[in-house]
C-alpha cells in the first residue's frame, strides 16, 4: 500500500496541513499560495518535475475545516515522510538505485523531463516492471 514505511526506524516525518486532498502514498509539494495559521505553507500533491517536494503523505487528507461536532472527523493534516523507505506509485518502470524525481499526481519518475538537481527526490529501492507501487528511500 502506497504510504506504508517499510522501515520505520530512521524515518523523519512532519505533520502539515494540506491545501488540497492528498492520498497517502504521494509525494508532497509545498504550496506557497496557502499556510497555516504559524506561516508554514500547506502541502498538496506534487506536480511532475516539482523542485519543492517535502516528502511522501503517510496518510490521506483532504483539506476541509476540522469539524469536531460530527462522528468522523475530516483530516485536514498528514504526516509527512521525509526521509526513509516507503512504498509510493511509480508512473513508469524503474531500476533499483534508479535516482528518482516528481511526476504527475504525486507519483515518482525515473525519467523527467530535463531533469535538474533540485528535482531529486530518493531512488528506488527495488526493481519497479511496470508503472505501479514500488519501494523508495525518499530523501529529500
Not at 54 to 71: H, Y
Not at 95 to 109: K, R
Request: cysteine-free; overall charge positive.
Amino acid at each position: 500500500m502506497p504510504g506504508q514505511l517499510y522501515k520505520l526506524s530512521g524515518a523523519v516525518t512532519d505533520t502539515r496541513y494540506v491545501s488540497a486532498p492528498v492520498i497517502q502514498g504521494q509525494l508532497v509539494m509545498a504550496d506557497s499560495a496557502a499556510t497555516d495559521a504559524s506561516g508554514r505553507a500547506k502541502v498538496k500533491p506534487a506536480t511532475a518535475g516539482a523542485t519543492t517536494v517535502v516528502g511522501v503523505a503517510r496518510l490521506s487528507a483532504t483539506n476541509a475545516a476540522q469539524d469536531d461536532t460530527v462522528a468522523v472527523k475530516a483530516r485536514n493534516a498528514t504526516t509527512v515522510i521525509r526521509k526513509g523507505q516507503v512504498y509510493v506509485t511509480f508512473a513508469a518502470a524503474a531500476n533499483e538505485g534508479a535516482v528518482l524525481y516528481a511526476a504527475a499526481n504525486g507519483a515518482v519518475t525515473p525519467t523527467p523531463t530535463s531533469p535538474t538537481y533540485n528535482m531529486v527526490v530518493g531512488r528506488a529501492a527495488q526493481k519497479v516492471a511496470s508503472a505501479g507501487e514500488g519501494l523508495a528511500f525518499i530523501d529529500v
